[in-house]
């Protein structure tokens, strides 16, 4: 026990037998705990929409100032309450739990919003999100909404400023557990209980059960969509350049099968390039004169049933002409040469694509994970990928 201890929980012991020591020591204590509950210093922890509202809160509007909650910083330091507003990702729950452990006690947590609860919105059918901030460090109160309004946050904190003023030597503040379950999913189970109560007979045979009517479904009509008209070269040109050099290069239709002509020749043409023609390809694209794509846009990739396809988009930022490229990539070998060479940009890209569909791109100078952490286990946009303690299925 520190000096801060012996006197705390040491002269209590010591006025308390006094004539009248209960009463000195109560009216010391209520005074204290209302201090606490009044000057909160806030940790902002806001990860996504969420925040918007957390920020609005401090604003002159609504200024949380007014219930003593001061000095909102990103930082641990002298922080007591920890304000969890928005998603919170995988990727993030190592540092929100050392940004905890790095806040001195007595420590308060709020989470606001359903992401911040649950998971929200994202709780099916996502590898990354955590199923909330529970799971990592034990929260107070909870704030419900997507998101909840400025009023629901002040509500919440005046919620937990009466928690804080029940403290005392009687109720002292203690360090709590997070909410460590298995992630399960409890909506699909609730909705087959309520289908099956649904089906049991009504006790009484006066009341009668409603019968919701559905709604008419609307029809709309089909809004027939404009293809993107490349300025620069057209499609059909640009194919034409590249067939002269790479005879085996092929324009790919919009069902992503391989056809023989363009389906919209003034558009980006999107072209299936063999993959050892991969590299010098790019390399045409961006050197030839005629094309002068020296623009990056993007790489993703595709998992079909039988391979890989990994997709780029290059432009001339002269011409203003696009193009996409594909490459297919065998199942079993998932290797292709890296275009950082070519295009310094094509790092983080290749770093995404390697850390969501597994492809390992040769030449590479630092193929290192990107978005999640480094032992992740496995390609979550794969879809043979199952992981069962991560994603919920969708029950519809
Ligand atoms: S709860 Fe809704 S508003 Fe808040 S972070 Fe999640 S999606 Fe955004």
């Known amino acids: ?13 010591l006025i308390d037998p006094l004539p009248g020591g209960r009463h000195l020591i109560d009216g010391i204590e209520f005074i204290v705990s209302w201090a606490r509950a009044n000057s909160l210093w806030p940790l902002v922890y806001g990860t996504a929409c969420c925040a918007m509202e957390m920020m609005s809160t401090g604003g002159s509007r609504h200024d949380w100032a007014r219930f003593g909650v001061e000095v909102a910083r990103a930082t641990p330091r002298q922080a007591d309450l920890i304000v969890l507003a928005g998603t919170i990702v995988e990727k993030m729950s190592r ?17 606001m919003g359903s992401c911040a609860i649950s998971g929200g919105p994202f709780i099916y059918d996502s590898y990354s999100v955590v199923k909330g901030g529970g799971r990592l ?5 909870y704030i419900p909404g997507c998101p909840p309004r ?5 509500y919440g904190i005046m919620q937990l400023q009466k928690i804080i003023r029940t403290e005392g030597r009687r109720n002292p503040w203690q360090v709590k557990e997070p909410y460590q379950v298995p992630v399960a999913d409890s909506f699909s189970a609730a909705r087959t209980a309520w289908a099956v109560a649904e089906l049991q007979p009504l006790r009484s045979p006066s009341v009668q059960a409603i019968k919701p009517t559905r709604l008419v479904r609307p029809e709309y009509p089909e809004v027939s969509r404009q293809a993107v008209k490349n300025q620069g070269l057209s499609g059909q040109a640009i194919l034409s350049l590249i067939q002269k050099t790479f005879p085996a290069v092929r324009p790919v239709g919009p069902d992503g099968l391989l056809t023989d002509a363009l389906a919209a020749p003034d558009s980006p043409a999107d072209l299936l390039v063999p993959t050892g023609s991969y590299c010098d390809l790019v390399n045409f694209l961006k050197n030839e ?12 990739a595709v998992d079909w049933p039988d391979r890989f396809d990994v997709v780029s988009r290059f432009l001339s930022t002269s011409k203003g002409h696009a193009v996409v490229v594909r490459t297919a990539v065998d199942r079993d070998e998932m ?3 890296s275009l950082t060479p070519l295009f310094p940009a094509a790092s983080w890209h290749e770093r995404e694509v390697y850390d969501l569909f597994g492809i390992r791109f040769t030449g590479h100078p630092d193929l290192r994970r990107l978005f999640l952490d480094d032992d992740f286990p496995g390609h979550p946009l794969r879809k043979d990928f199952r992981d069962e303690s991560r994603v919920m299925a969708r029950p519809y």
């Open 137 to 141: 460090i034990p929260v107070d109160v």
């Open 335 to 337: 290797v292709l040469p």
């Open 289 to 300: 004169p005629a094309l002068g794509m020296d623009f990056l846009q993007w790489i993703t």
């Open 95 to 111: 540092p929100l739990v050392t940004l905890y452990q790095q806040m001195p006690g007595p420590k308060y947590v709020i989470a």
């Open 1 to 13: 026990m520190g000096k801060v201890g012996i006197i705390t929980r040491g002269v209590p012991k």
């Open 150 to 154: 400025p009023e629901a946050l002040l």
